[in-house]
């Protein structure tokens, strides 16, 4: 679980720093601002950093339990599966990851 944990981490530090680069010279609040109202834009600065920030916050929260073998599908793996399938077009992303019913991005 590591791996996809490395994984998706660096994707979400990719995606805030991308944001944050598109909005040069904004910040903290200056990016909430700026997307204050359009909040249902997909690509609306404040709604990719808070997707950053609760990413993070699922992370932060899922057991690690390494010394009991973790059954492919266990609660905790599935959620990080799904977490990673929207970067499955990434050249690091692990085919073992893909869950069945998904769109491959």
């Known amino acids: 679980m590591a791996d996809i944990i490395e994984f998706l981490e660096a994707r979400i530090a990719e995606d805030e720093s ?3 680069a598109s909005h040069l010279g904004m910040q903290g ?3 909430q601002v700026a997307g204050a ?3 249902a834009s997909p690509l609306s600065p404040a709604r990719v950093l808070a997707e950053c920030a609760a990413k993070r916050k699922i ?3 899922v057991p690690l ?3 009991i073998p973790v059954q492919m599908g266990g609660t905790s793996e599935y959620v990080l599966m799904c977490l990673a399938a929207v970067y499955s077009s990434h050249p690091d992303y692990q ?3 893909a869950v069945e019913g998904l769109e491959r991005s």
């Open 59 to 61: 992370l932060g929260n």
């Open 65 to 67: 339990v390494i010394d």
């Open 18 to 20: 991308a944001v944050r």
């Open 37 to 39: 109202g359009s909040d």
């Open 29 to 31: 609040t200056d990016l």
């Open 95 to 97: 085919e073992g990851w």
